[in-house]
């Protein structure tokens, strides 16, 4: 059980870092998009307290707020 809220701590954590990285970015359209699937993100993860997600959910899940993160990265990087 530990385990589990230890794993849950580490998702809300790298979903809110990717949320903060947005508000960050000047607006565009892109980062309203981006700024959407996070919060959808945030709601989902808020929701395993209640009901913890399959394991296949969870990978699933992760690769989308892997992806986010790769995203913002994008963005976040100088163009030129």
């Given amino acids: 059980m530990a385990l589990q809220a230890r794993r849950l701590a580490v998702v809300k954590n790298a979903?809110?870092?990717v949320i903060r990285r947005l508000a960050a970015l000047p607006p565009s359209a892109e980062v309203l998009e981006l700024q959407?699937?996070?919060e959808e993100c945030r709601r989902e993860v808020d929701g395993?307290?209640?009901s913890p997600p399959s394991?296949?959910?969870s990978d699933k899940f992760m690769e989308r707020l892997f992806m986010l993160h790769i995203?913002?990265?994008k963005l976040e990087q100088p163009q030129g």
Avoid: L, M, R
């Fill in 71 to 73: 995203a913002v990265g």
């Fill in 48 to 50: 395993w307290s209640a």
């Fill in 55 to 57: 394991a296949a959910d």
């Fill in 15 to 17: 979903t809110d870092i």
């Fill in 36 to 38: 959407a699937k996070a």
